[in-house]
């Protein structure tokens, strides 16, 4: 099997430890920590809506928006400003231990590594700046540019063309279902890191690549060809 040539790796939960921020929501949700999944695939929810209606709103608006949605589902009150304070660990977030010597060890061996993330591109700068994950990386490509959303395909074509790479020889890195599901719709190649709490897609083809973390996705690619 031939190495893919371009690595696109999506950020939050797959690269980054999403525990303080899990805190700080569960705090401004009444001490409800187990809303965190329902507040995330809500802002993925009306992410999608607004690509959907060609109405591209910011990430960081869209969580801000759907937290309320939630708290307010659960008779809990929220304002804009307490909803946004709760938001904020995420552009701080520590790397899940076994990401830094991943990358290290993919860059070193001539993999071009980009982020490709629903994130903005100043919440992604500070994200991987404050990670301390930039040395390792080629760049850093965010949705905001084209004004889709993941798991749009059009997304990862044009993360493709951007880096001036075809297709065929990308891969997207996620610990998200619904994120390789998009990415192999559009043609790349894909691999899932089963984080705790995260399934593949049933309905989507699996992934060429499939493990519980970096590590041994790492020696994996670096056995390629």
């Not at 500070?126 to 965010?142: H, V």
């Amino acid at each position: 099997m031939t190495r893919p040539t371009t690595i696109f790796l999506d950020v939050n939960e797959t690269l980054l430890d999403l525990t303080a921020l899990k805190t700080s929501v569960g705090k401004a949700l009444g001490g409800r920590e187990e809303l965190l999944p329902l507040w995330f695939t809500t802002m993925l929810q009306h992410s999608l809506v607004a690509s959907a209606m060609d109405q591209y709103e910011n990430f960081g608006t869209i969580g801000v928006a759907t937290m309320q949605m939630v708290a307010r589902n659960q008779g809990i009150e929220l304002s804009e400003a307490d909803a946004r304070a709760a938001v904020a660990p995420i552009i701080s977030l520590p790397p899940h231990p076994d990401v830094p010597p991943a990358l290290e060890k993919l860059k070193d061996a001539g993999f071009q590594l980009y982020t490709l993330t629903n994130s903005s591109q100043e919440g992604v700068r500070a994200q991987m700046a404050n990670a301390k994950l930039d040395p390792f990386l080629a760049g850093k490509l965010s949705v905001e540019e084209i004004a889709l959303y993941k798991p749009n395909r059009h997304v990862y074509r044009w993360a493709a063309r951007k880096v001036g790479t075809p297709v065929s020889e990308c891969m997207m890195i996620a610990a998200h279902g619904w994120d390789v599901a998009g990415a192999m719709a559009a043609g790349l190649r894909a691999a899932f890191v089963s984080r705790p709490g995260q399934q593949m897609y049933p309905l989507a083809p699996r992934p060429e690549l499939v493990f519980p973390s970096f590590t041994p996705l790492v020696e994996a690619l670096l056995a390629m060809d």
